[in-house]
T-cell receptor, first 111, second 112 residues
């Protein structure tokens, strides 16, 4: 995916542990988003950012926090992972054109 | 009720068929409409983008928006096995700095 990478690609973690997912872009885009994708629910917005240190909550933000200290990095933290947070997480960036460019996703399993 | 409804399929068609994918929505404030294609274990990629009502054509793909009916469609002509993927509709109120609301996706299988 041009200009956007997510890490790790896969992760298995235990219930109650903190987890941080990273999204890195090389496009210098201002807008960045974190979504989760689950069967039957599609893509749902967790948090988003309109610039450095400028973040806000989406529709499913409970149990998640984000940080953006640099334009290129947007971190998603699960403060205390639960099984309901087992999902595929996608980061997206948006430039002046209206559509999103998505990363390849992080497949997270909480056991 | 979800803001955006999309039949999950799966939809199976023979190669060369015309495919029609649809979404309905309830929020009349939506102005920007998109279709994304997602291959298995990949991120969604933007396929088509339309502002307000009307049609837009790009090669074998045509996107239609009917705001009066709150209904959007994606047509794929001369479908190919490489079109087999999940198709997600998405929409937003604003253009840039927009939070997208997605449908759940329709899985399409094009068979030889």
């Amino acid at each position: 995916d041009a200009g956007i990478t997510q890490s790790p690609r896969h992760k298995v973690t235990e219930t109650g542990t903190p987890v941080t997912l990273r999204c890195h872009q090389t496009e210098n885009h201002r807008y960045m988003y974190w979504y989760r994708q689950d069967p039957g629910h599609g893509l749902r917005l967790i948090h988003y950012s309109y610039g450095v240190k400028d973040t806000d909550k989406g529709e499913v933000s409970d149990g998640y926090s984000v940080s953006r200290s640099k334009t290129e990095d947007f971190l998603l933290t699960l403060e205390s992972a639960t099984s309901s947070q087992t999902s595929v997480y996608f980061c997206a960036i948006q430039g002046e054109f209206y559509g999103y460019t998505f990363g390849s996703g992080t497949r997270l399993t909480v056991v | 009720q979800k803001e955006v409804e999309q039949d999950p399929g799966p939809l199976s068609v023979p190669e060369g068929a015309i495919v029609s994918l649809n979404c309905t929505y309830s929020n009349s404030a939506f102005q920007y409409f998109m279709w994304y294609r997602q291959y298995s274990r990949k991120g969604p990629e933007l396929l088509m983008y339309t502002y307000s009502s009307g049609n837009k054509e790009d090669g074998r793909f045509t996107a239609q928006v009917d705001k009066s009916s709150k209904y959007i469609s994606l047509f794929i002509r001369d479908s190919q096995p490489s079109d087999s993927a999940t198709y997600l509709c998405a929409m937003s109120i604003t253009g840039t700095a927009s939070k997208l609301t997605f449908g759940t996706g329709t899985r399409l299988q094009v068979t030889l």
